[in-house]
């Protein structure tokens, strides 16, 4: 294994003196007291599934714990792109884990942040943002651009400390489907992974009728 990998997979104290550093500085950016721990970057990779083709963008990726998840289940490098505010979280993720791309700006203004993407198809996406810090309407949207740029078969992935589902019903209703996953008590504070996916077309209630109706 040679240095850089070597760098990438071993977390410890470097990471959390950053974080803790950015938590004091930027409290509702950074959202979190400390990394995730592996439990949670591993529900976070595994909801993520096994995308076989087109990109995966992590949001919020900090010092990485989640990136290093989805590289253990085997995704490739050149097909993680990351979107991070913090410029010095930024420079570490480059220097950790290139070949994968990072975008340094703000993963609320999708269309403006992944502008270079031209239209490249993504897959996934894996958020780690402290969603609750921001109104129900930031989060619509955000949720809104990423589908956007998805389509049907796309995913968003999400953490959350709290105990709903932190994109409110009122925002799913009709449009999203919800998977809620099981409480990751490992982690400190303890957390749970959600995934969202477009809600499929309710069935035509006529469709079933006229094919009775042809049969006769
Ligand atoms: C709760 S931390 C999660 C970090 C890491 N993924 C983890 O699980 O340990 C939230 C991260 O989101 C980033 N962030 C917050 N708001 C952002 C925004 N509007 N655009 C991009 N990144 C943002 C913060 O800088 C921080 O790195």
Not at 172 to 179: D, F, I, Q, T
């Amino acid at each position: 294994m040679n240095d850089q990998n070597r760098n990438a997979r071993r977390p410890g104290l470097r990471d959390s003196a950053h974080f803790l550093k950015s938590l004091l500085s930027t409290p509702h950016l950074t959202g979190a007291v400390a990394p995730s721990g592996r439990a949670l970057a591993r529900a976070m990779a595994a909801a993520a599934g096994p995308p076989e083709h087109g990109l995966v963008v992590e949001l919020g990726p900090g010092t990485g714990p989640v990136t290093r998840a989805l590289f253990d289940r085997g995704l490739d490098p050149r097909r993680l792109m990351m979107v991070e505010y913090n410029p010095q979280f930024c420079s570490l993720l480059e220097e950790r884990f290139a070949p994968a791309r990072v975008v340094q700006g703000d993963a609320y203004d999708l269309p403006r942040t992944l502008a270079g993407l031209a239209g490249e198809r993504v897959s996934a996406f894996v958020s780690s943002l402290p969603l609750l810090t921001r109104p129900p309407g930031d989060r619509d949207k955000l949720l809104g651009d990423a589908f956007a740029l998805m389509g049907e078969g796309g995913v968003f992935v999400q953490f959350t400390y709290g105990l709903v589902s932190p994109i409110p019903r009122a925002i799913l209703e009709g449009r999203y489907s919800a998977h809620r996953g099981r409480p990751i008590l490992a982690n400190l504070p303890p957390a749970r992974v959600w995934t969202y996916r477009l809600e499929a077309p309710a069935p035509d209630p006529a469709a079933p009728r006229r094919r009775r109706e042809d049969r006769l």
